[in-house]
């Protein structure tokens, strides 16, 4: 509540009605989904639809200085798609819901040179070659700003991007505007999900949301709620790519040869646990 600026006095009367809702959710429910009614619920309490609105925008600020003095140390070294990946990857920090403060250049500095502790870029490689479209889901914004060389890379070897983004507010997670804030704009055909549920709700998105999730030859998914609510997906064509950085045990758990803190590059239905 930090953020929608409830006074301290009033803080207590939101955390019992809280407390209410999450008592009657469906354990048969994903965790964002869950979220989702209480940040909501929250957010209806305190008055205050978009209390992230001034740290979304600095964040997609200091993202674009950051990867501005990036490329330009490392111009000339023409990277590649694996290359531009890892970066995308150290972008997924940017994540106010969870990480309240986050050092974005030393994260750029040890995803560069450690990689992925779970890494399935062959299997995406040789998806990319034969693919024509491409789905990928943004996650948060400033994280946003570090997706675009990818979709800059896919774009101009000919594939057709689409970027989801969310439709609603709902914590730090990008909308239309951070998307073109972003340049997406520029490669991608920028599509709404129809909701601002965390993660993908197939029955809260939008029918064309959800056709191109069921349609593309290659989903890439960014972000832990992403991969919370897509990870048991099977009506896409089985070419989901999770791209997310592990900030809890509960999804190292899930994911099988990874820990806390760990940076994953993993295919729908290689390395998760059963």
Known sequence: MHFAHKPEAEQPAVLYEIMDL???FSMDETPCYNSTFSILKTYELCGNTDPFVDEKRNSNIQAREILDRFMEHHAGEHPG???????????NIIDTGIVVEYD???TIEDTMKKGFSIDHYQDFKEDIEKAETI????DNCGEIVFDTPVVKFLAEKG????????SAPILNDAMYDDAVFAGMDKYAEIVETGSGFLGVSPKDSSEEFINLLNTC?????KGQANFESLS?????NGNIYFILKIKCDRVADEIKGSKFGDSVFVKSGKGKAL
């Open 22 to 24: 999450v008592r009657n």
């Open 104 to 106: 974005i250049e030393k």
């Open 135 to 138: 789905l990928y889901l943004a």
């Open 217 to 221: 030859d290659v989903i890439i998914s």
């Open 232 to 236: 048991d997906y099977n009506q896409a």
């Open 159 to 166: 594939k057709k991007v689409y970027l989801s983004v969310k």
């Open 81 to 91: 798609l694996y290359w531009n990946i890892k970066l995308c990857a150290a972008g």
